[in-house]
């Protein structure tokens, strides 16, 4: 059985769009450094594990807690 919630998955795909701009890092730097394929995610289709996110959250400085506070 597959679970999906699409407006979710959209809203984590903007906030991390969101935060990558905002410091000025194009896709290709954050999966050279983290070594996540972050455009996999952006685009809003590909669930990302809290393992994968924990990982892009401490590349952008912010906690989980703060990644959850931007999401509408």
Avoid: P, W
């Avoid at 685009?43 to 807690?65: A, K, M, P, Q």
């Amino acid at each position: 059985m597959k679970h999906t919630n699409d407006k979710l998955l959209r809203s984590i795909a903007a906030r991390l769009k969101q935060l990558r701009t905002e410091r000025g890092y194009t896709q290709e730097v954050v999966t050279d450094r983290t070594g996540v394929n972050v455009g996999l995610y952006e685009v809003g289709v590909t669930n990302i594990t809290i393992v994968l996110l924990s990982v892009l959250c401490d590349f952008y400085e912010v906690t989980l807690e703060e990644f959850f506070s931007g999401i509408k």
